[in-house]
């Protein structure tokens, strides 16, 4: 065993302080980046630390306007349980607007005034639904089927706003960051975002529960705090270093960049990211049939207070926050797909452990945060793999649209998961939540396949996981 390797084994296995693995992350990309690409030292560094801080401003936000929060804020204003799964959808929908903005983001000159230009005006529209939420309370120019109808607005434009620049982020990201420190970077900044929600996401959960006003003008109070950190984390993207699409296209080793309709086909000729986009569509597919109401069935079905649920929340965020850096350092050893496979059966399983909950203290108080805890662990490895595997079968010229392909796919497949287990759910009566989370089980399992047949350049083949993961324990296998 030579000297890299034993390094490597043991930056796996030994403890560290998230200190010492930022400055290891970032002195190791560092030196990767000035071999494949013309950034100073200086650059590299500002940049890894201010996409990790955006990320944290950035996310916190998005869990307030598409979270548990949101949902408790719709159910309060009067919504369906089926109306809030159905406007779940929508952003998933609206992810076919990607291939599009893909293509003007790549004939732009800078992916960091295209990235404010779209976040801004997008997260400056929720001060609409803020003012509303205050008007017509004070006023009283604004029922509440006049909100929920004002919010499914800003919904819908915020996301055909912000569909047109995740692509280009996604790419900007691809470039700053080495492939070969890809997981154990965004295994850390997953980490610092999970952090922050841990911390403040019960806090604001709390003042919607106990705000004097109610809780539907509490929300506006946290809506307002959201749409502050949304808008700093858009002031550290003028610390990341900026990346011409253009440029970078043309700079481009042994590729040809394509125009027009050749670059929305040029895809087809790529058989292996073509299985990545039927796993990723398969999979949306079938967790979207339950995802979006395990928060809806606590509330409504069993009548949990919203700050208990984001209790439940939160131990899941603090369980995808400890594992993040482990299953960052393990994929950067053994690749994303076999972590992929082996993960992603007992996500495939976790929705039938919901079967075996219920209104009892022990499920309350014990089982319903067992799931989450099991939730936020595997999700943690889902997310990472799955964002890191893409950025490996993506070809590197045109790879935007490869990135908007891989989320308009999913996004049809998981909007049209959301309405199934909308309708299973009516269609089924009592026996409506039994149905939705079997039926979801078992799609995932069946979304699993493609994975076997997805090729990673540095994935090790998956019957040598187990010898991987426990090298002192025999193989299973004879």
């Not at 000159?109 to 609409?128: A, G, K, P, Q």
């Not at 919904?155 to 047109?164: G, P, S, V």
């Not at 982020?169 to 999970?194: H, K, Q, T």
Request: overall charge neutral; hydrophobic content about 50%; charged content about 10%.
């Amino acid at each position: 065993m030579n000297s890299e390797v034993r390094d490597e084994i043991s930056f796996l296995t030994c403890p560290i302080t998230f200190e010492q693995s930022h400055q290891r992350i970032l002195a190791e990309s560092v030196l990767v980046a000035e071999k494949l690409q013309k950034i100073s030292k200086p650059e590299i560094r500002s940049s890894l630390r201010a996409s990790t801080i955006e990320g944290v401003f950035a996310t916190l936000f998005y869990s307030i306007i598409g979270g548990v929060l949101l949902s408790n804020f719709l159910l309060d204003l009067g919504a369906s349980p089926v109306f809030i799964g159905l406007l779940a959808s929508i952003p998933q929908l609206l992810n076919l607007f990607q291939p599009l903005g893909a293509y003007f983001a790549d004939k732009s000159t800078s992916r960091r005034r295209w990235s404010i230009s779209i976040f801004l005006s997008s997260r400056l529209l929720w001060l609409i639904v803020a003012l509303a939420i205050f008007c017509g309370n004070e006023f009283h120019l604004i029922d509440h089927v006049l909100l929920v109808q004002l919010t499914l607005a800003i919904i819908l434009l915020t996301n055909i706003i912000e569909a047109f620049g995740r692509a280009s982020c996604v790419s900007w990201m691809a470039a700053l960051v080495p492939e070969r420190l890809r997981g154990r970077y965004f295994g850390f900044r997953n980490s610092s975002i999970n952090l922050m929600n841990l911390l403040a996401v019960p806090l604001l959960g709390l003042v919607v529960s106990k705000y004097p006003g109610g809780r539907v003008q509490g929300f506006g109070v946290v809506l307002i705090i959201g749409i502050v950190f949304a808008l700093i984390s858009l002031g550290y993207q003028f610390l990341m270093t900026d990346v011409n699409p253009i440029e970078e296209s043309l700079s481009s080793k042994n590729t040809v960049p394509l125009e027009g309709w050749e670059t929305v086909a040029s895809f087809l000729k790529d058989t292996n990211f073509l299985k990545f986009l039927l796993y990723s569509g398969l999979w949306s597919f079938a967790v979207n049939v339950s995802a979006p109401f395990f928060n809806l069935y606590l509330l409504e079905k069993l009548s949990i207070d919203v700050s208990v649920v984001t209790i439940y929340n939160s131990l899941g965020t603090g369980a995808n926050l400890l594992m993040l850096i482990f299953w960052g350092k393990l994929a950067d050893r053994v690749g994303n797909r076999p972590l992929l496979v082996m993960v992603g059966i007992l996500v495939a399983l976790t929705p039938l452990l919901w079967l075996f909950g219920g209104c009892n203290a022990v499920s309350l108080w014990i089982w319903f945060p067992l799931l989450h805890l099991l939730g936020g662990a595997t999700w943690a490895a889902i997310d990472l793999c799955s964002g890191n595997l893409l950025m490996g079968v993506a070809q590197k010229a045109n790879r935007s649209i490869y990135f908007a392909l891989a989320a308009a796919v999913p996004g049809v497949t998981g909007a049209m998961g959301i309405i199934v287990g909308g309708v299973s759910t009516t269609l089924a009566s009592t026996d409506g939540w039994d149905v939705l989370f079997s039926l979801s089980a078992g799609l995932r399992l069946f979304a699993l396949l493609p994975l076997l047949f997805i090729w990673e350049q540095r994935s090790i083949p998956l019957g040598q996981l187990w010898q991987v993961l426990f090298p002192h324990s025999k193989s299973p296998l004879p």
